[in-house]
C-alpha cells in the first residue's frame, strides 16, 4: 500500500489546483495526514496537516490560501490551493500513517506531484 499524490500542473499567478493523496490499497485509514513541499535548492517543509485531534496547522506563507480536507469515505486527503503564488512552485508530497485493514500502522510518503506557477 502506498499513497498517491496527483493534482498538480501549470497555472497562472492567482490561480487554484486541488491536490489530490489516495491510498493505492484497501485501507482502514489515516492519521495525522499532512501535504509537505520541496522546492529547488530547499528543505522538504510541512504546507499543512490535520491532526489526529481534528484541528489543521498550515504554514504561515499558506495561511488563508490553502485548505487541507479529507473524505473518509474515499480514504483521500486533499489541498486545495488558491491566490497561488509563483514562491509556492514545488514538488508537493503527501504524507500520513497509514492504517491496515489488519490494523498495523506505517509511516506512508506518496511520490510528489510537480506544481508549478508562473508569473
Known amino acids: 500500500v502506498q499513497l498517491q499524490a496527483s493534482g498538480g500542473g501549470l497555472v497562472q499567478a492567482g490561480g487554484s489546483l486541488r491536490l489530490s493523496c489516495a491510498a493505492s490499497?484497501?485501507?482502514?485509514?489515516?492519521?495525522?495526514p499532512g501535504w509537505y513541499r520541496q522546492a529547488p535548492g530547499k528543505q522538504r517543509e510541512l504546507v499543512a496537516q490535520l491532526t489526529s485531534g481534528g484541528s489543521t496547522n498550515y504554514a504561515d506563507s499558506v495561511k488563508g490560501r490553502f485548505t487541507i480536507s479529507r473524505d473518509y469515505a474515499k480514504n483521500t486527503v486533499y489541498l486545495q490551493m488558491n491566490s497561488l503564488k509563483p514562491e509556492d512552485t514545488a514538488v508537493y508530497y503527501c504524507?500520513?500513517?497509514?492504517?491496515?485493514?489488519?490494523?498495523?500502522?506505517?509511516?506512508?510518503w506518496g511520490q510528489g506531484t510537480q506544481v508549478t506557477v508562473s508569473s
Open positions: 504524507n500520513a500513517r497509514v492504517v491496515t485493514t489488519t490494523g498495523a500502522f506505517f509511516d506512508s
Open positions: 490499497g484497501s485501507i482502514f485509514g489515516f492519521i495525522g
